[in-house]
């Protein structure tokens, strides 16, 4: 076994490297800041001014996160080591690890080293894989309980259609009323039984066996869908207004599962939007997307929960699953697409982003 042996001066050159790198990298995750006691800025390499536009004898900017440590840790002369914080950036959530260290001179405090671990695109990944691991858990989930479900639940249905048969040929004529309220008993046990199928179907969905993709035509797409939830915005009082592209465009996908996506966006507008208010349909066709958008005027998303809707089975309502957006934001994945959520009190958008097919490959996948 062979053991490296690092003299005094080989540390001290590995140092030296080390510090040369991070003060003068222009790529690194590490954003390096030297402030004096006064908060002025001494020093910053580039990935601090990324961070904070800084420049040298400015103050540090006390109302961030970093300038709070920062001034606790000049007050008592106290060490942070990785401690996480999370700053806005041009309008954008960065996940830092801050390290302040207090240099001393003479018995006092001659300025303050900073360090900013940039952490953010970890975290991301990391999000995404739990996120994926959530999502293959409920594909398992259904491919080994749903079709136990759903037989029984055809049967039902069908002993549904003998009884509602049997009784409508012991009713006579003379007995309109009860007929009326026959039919309507029938019926609500059909939506209720519907209903039910449709929810294990959509946790099937979410391992597909057999996933074809074929070029989409939007505009015709769009009216088909629209048509269909016409009748549940009647039934609830609730307004449609629907803004159809200007120009036609192809996307290439699934149309089952894009359509499914569609349907439970609308259920989530439909559940946040009161009778006579109404739900905004939008579609921008671009060069390169289709940009699909539903808004409703709810009472919006609060946003420390926003972050979370994405989640599969995560809901602030105590009726509702929390399936719709997870689903929704499923099909974009499997499709290359980008479900997007903005929401404020009064407001919430949902938009789906879509590639659109370049007319050439259209006429190469027709033929």
């Given at each position: ?98 390290y302040v260290y207090p240099l001393q001179k003479n018995e006092s405090v001659s300025s303050c080293l900073i360090l900013l671990c940039d952490h953010s695109l970890f975290g991301q990944q990391y999000e995404s894989k739990i996120r994926q691991e959530r999502v293959d858990l ?170 979370n809707v994405k989640y599969p089975f995560f809901t602030t309502k105590p009726e509702s699953l929390g399936f719709g957006l997870s689903f929704s934001d499923h099909v974009m994945q499997m499709m290359g697409g980008k479900l997007d959520i903005q929401s404020s009190p009064g ?21």
């Amino acid at each position: 076994m062979y053991r490296v042996n690092y003299t005094r001066y080989g540390v001290q050159l590995i140092m030296k490297e080390a510090v040369e790198f991070l003060f003068g990298a222009d790529d690194s995750d590490i954003g390096i800041a030297i402030v004096a006691p006064d908060l002025s800025i001494v020093f910053t390499n580039e990935k601090a001014n990324s961070l904070y536009t800084l420049a040298k004898g400015d103050p540090f900017p006390a109302d961030t996160k970093a300038g709070q440590m920062l001034q606790f840790c000049l007050r008592n002369e106290k060490r942070v080591a990785g401690f996480p914080i999370q700053e806005m950036v041009n309008g954008a959530s960065v996940q830092l690890l801050l390290y302040v260290y207090p240099l001393q001179k003479n018995e006092s405090v001659s300025s303050c080293l900073i360090l900013l671990c940039d952490h953010s695109l970890f975290g991301q990944q990391y999000e995404s894989k739990i996120r994926q691991e959530r999502v293959d858990l409920i594909g398992d989930m259904a491919a080994g309980t749903a079709n136990v479900i759903l037989n029984p639940l055809a049967i039902i249905k069908g002993t549904l259609q003998l009884m509602e048969k049997s009784i409508k040929s012991e009713i006579t004529a003379a007995a309109p009323f009860f007929q009326y309220k026959n039919a309507q008993y029938f019926q609500t046990l059909y939506d209720q039984v519907t209903e039910i199928n449709a929810i294990l179907h959509r946790f099937l969905l979410f391992k597909p066996s057999d996933l074809k993709f074929t070029p989409i035509a939007w505009t015709p797409f769009l009216q088909d869908v629209v048509s269909r939830i016409q009748l549940k915005a009647l039934e609830k009082n609730i307004g449609l207004v629907c803004e159809f592209p200007n120009r036609s465009a192809r996307v290439f996908g699934n149309e089952f599962y894009l359509r499914e996506a569609c349907y439970a966006l609308f259920l989530n507008a439909f559940e946040a939007t009161e009778a006579n208010g109404k739900i905004v349909i939008r579609t921008e066709v671009r060069d390169d997307a289709v940009l699909f958008t539903v808004i409703d005027y709810g009472q919006g998303i609060p946003q420390e929960v926003l972050p979370n809707v994405k989640y599969p089975f995560f809901t602030t309502k105590p009726e509702s699953l929390g399936f719709g957006l997870s689903f929704s934001d499923h099909v974009m994945q499997m499709m290359g697409g980008k479900l997007d959520i903005q929401s404020s009190p009064g407001e919430t958008k949902v938009q789906l982003m879509l590639t659109v097919m370049d007319v050439q490959e259209f006429d190469i996948e027709m033929q």
